[in-house]
């Protein structure tokens, strides 16, 4: 099995922890010297050299960066090098209105092309594979970081970007893609489509990876089930450079984090404490390489786990568990957390329900909340009494599952909305954002 930077990726774990405290203190004098934000911060908190932090777990000494805060410092308050020093500016969609900004400098761009190689050759890209890229290019990081991560491997790659799915699927066909990175619903979204074509097997593909959007077991079964393919799951944000930052191996056990690059803390969201390995909690994020916006013990508010045992593939950087929720995904309704994941487990129980899902959440005059869920069917024109038993099966797994009721409309396949993008599952009327 083919790793990408061998030396770094199946190190010791002593000689790891070594390689990480020199970074981390390399990095603490930067940003003293560099970052008027992190000036302030790391002297608040009585650090005022890198040599403060003798040991890795003295990490928790450093005050956590908030996504707040970079609200509050945006446009460039983190930014750590004059402009003219950076060499290119991402953006991701922010949930107030202002986008989550990232700054690069030219070796900034380089270290993530490796990191994002690393990646996808966990994923198992290689030199041979034609990839085509369908996940949205511009200001997003998805597309870009994955296509030079790529292009470092050596792979054919085609920036097939969003849209004009008929288009795709030419492509597909006609130039032997054997690797498609796309969000996992639209990858669902394509593999109905290739399969409609009747000539599944005229198809190349055999892999498929996944960005930008949180994958559920669900769906990523029906992908491997419809079209008989590999699927690889993978993490970024934007705040690190964007994807590269953990992607699952063969062994589909956890994804391992670049770690040399990117410094991982599992904590207690509500008191801060450490959690040590398999422990579910928030993922607290260093940047151990980075020039133009470094940030320190960054709060994703991901929650998952991590496991720092060896893996069977010989990598011996840590594990994550694909993040469960982002505490943003959860909604409240009448006084009851809800999350998607809860909605996918419950329709993942029952048979003849594809993947696809909408929740529309409003609120009377009354000030009462009610939720809507609109589930796909798998199969078009099903019999009445297939339906009531699908309706009746689910509505009692929901009972079970999410406690809070949810009214649940069957529609037929292909009627629910898609999105080549990241996908909007939750449509919630209360505040008057719809
Ligand atoms: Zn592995």
Redesign the pocket.
């Known amino acids: 099995m083919k790793i990408y930077q061998t030396k770094l990726e199946t190190m010791d774990r002593e000689n790891l922890k070594g390689l990480q405290l020199k970074k981390l203190q390399r990095m603490i004098d930067y940003c003293l010297s560099h970052s008027s934000f992190y000036r302030m911060k790391l002297r608040a908190a009585g650090i005022d050299s890198g040599r403060c932090i003798e040991r890795l777990e003295e990490i928790r000494g450093i005050p956590y960066t908030t996504k707040d805060e970079l609200r509050e410092q945006y446009p460039t308050g983190m930014l750590a090098v004059p402009m003219n020093q950076v060499a290119r500016i991402h953006a991701s969609s922010g949930t107030t209105g202002k986008p989550t900004v990232g700054y690069y400098t030219q070796r900034d761009l380089d270290i993530w092309a490796d990191a994002a190689a690393r990646v996808l050759t966990?994923n198992g890209l290689q030199s041979s594979d034609i990839m085509q890229v369908s996940v949205g290019y511009g200001l997003f990081t998805g597309a870009i970081g994955f296509h030079q991560g790529a292009e470092r491997i050596g792979c054919t790659v085609i920036p097939a970007s969003t849209g004009n799915t008929e288009k795709q699927i030419v492509m597909l066909h006609d130039l032997g893609v054997t690797v498609l990175m796309a969000t996992p619903s639209y990858a669902a979204h394509l593999a109905e489509r290739i399969v409609s074509t009747g000539k599944r097997h005229e198809f190349k593909l055999k892999r498929i990876l996944f960005g930008a959007e949180r994958c559920s077991a669900a769906t990523r079964r029906m992908i491997e089930n419809t079209l008989q393919v590999e699927t690889a799951d993978n993490y970024g944000m934007t705040e690190f450079f964007g994807p590269g930052v953990a992607g699952e191996?063969?062994?589909k056990?956890g994804m391992?984090i670049t770690e040399d690059i990117f410094y991982p803390e599992i904590i207690e969201p509500e008191s801060g404490k450490a959690l040590s390995d398999g422990a579910v909690g928030e993922l607290v994020l260093t940047s151990l390489e980075r020039e133009a916006m470094p940030l320190l013990r960054y709060r994703t508010r991901d929650l998952t786990s991590i496991d720092h045992t060896p893996?069977?593939?010989?990598?011996t950087t840590a594990?994550i568990q694909a993040p469960k929720e982002r505490t943003d995904d959860m909604f409240v309704l009448k006084g009851i957390n809800v999350f998607p994941s809860q909605i996918e487990t419950a329709m993942s129980r029952v048979r003849g329900l594809s993947p696809h899902y909408r929740i529309t959440i409003n609120r009377d005059e009354a000030f009462q909340d009610s939720a809507l869920l609109e589930v796909e069917l798998s199969e078009s024109n099903a019999p009445m009494e297939e339906r009531n038993r699908i309706q009746a099966e689910f509505e009692r797994w929901l009972r079970e599952i999410v406690i809070v009721r949810l009214g649940v409309t069957l529609c037929e396949p292909g009627t629910l909305e898609r999105f080549a993008g990241k996908s909007r599952r939750v449509f919630d009327h209360r505040y008057g954002q719809e």
């Open positions: 966990q191996c063969a062994e056990n391992h893996c069977r593939c010989g990598r594990r």
